[in-house]
């Protein structure tokens, strides 16, 4: 599905009016299941790329801000939800926009990475300390997120695997499977 700026202000212009004069430009990259557009200063549309995705608008809107409390790093908050119309069949989000750069965008030396590893394992550890009770059970609708490792066990060891020369594999291998037993 082709999701254009012109799509984006036509989605805003008919369900938000009043952010219908907002500048609205492309946040690049644009993602795989999601395309992403800032609007104005302060927020950002996010669209679901296809039917796959579309399901994780909802879930989004309702647990995001019950993790947020309970999170160091923050995370996008909802600010309103598109609805379905004839030119995009999906629900959509805007939420606040984030001031950052992205890291795709960014280069790192070994200390640098070295302290995102501890900030994103912090972040990780955060994660499994709230109650989500209630919360959507894992599943394919969500690609398993939120399930035993294990699921990925496969696909991990395949990627290891083929990143031989790039990483210590032995070493992944290893935290790989304190993983699994975790």
Do not use: C
């Not at 394919?140 to 594999?169: F, M, Q």
Request: no cysteine; glycine share 6%; proline share 8%.
């Amino acid at each position: 599905m082709e999701i254009t700026t012109s799509l984006v202000t036509s989605l805003i212009s008919s369900q938000f009016p009043e952010w219908a004069n907002l500048p609205i430009k492309p946040v690049e990259p644009g993602g795989h299941d999601n395309r992403t557009f800032r609007l104005g200063d302060d927020m950002l549309v996010r669209l679901p790329s296809g039917t796959d995705y579309a399901a994780q608008v909802q879930k989004e809107q309702a647990w995001l801000p019950k993790l947020a409390p309970h999170l160091s790093i923050e995370i996008p908050a909802p600010i309103a939800m598109g609805k379905p119309l004839e030119d995009y069949p999906y629900n959509w989000s805007i939420y606040k926009w984030i001031e950052g750069e992205s890291a795709n965008n960014l280069s790192f030396d070994e200390t640098q990475l070295q302290q995102i590893a501890l900030h994103l394992a912090g972040f990780i550890n955060e994660l499994h300390k709230i109650d989500t009770f209630g919360a959507p059970p894992s599943g394919l609708h969500n690609y398993y997120r939120g399930n035993s490792p294990a699921v990925y066990d496969a696909d991990t060891r395949k990627y290891i695997k083929e990143l031989s020369g790039v990483i210590d594999t032995r070493a992944a291998t290893a935290l790989w499977e304190k993983a699994l037993k975790s």
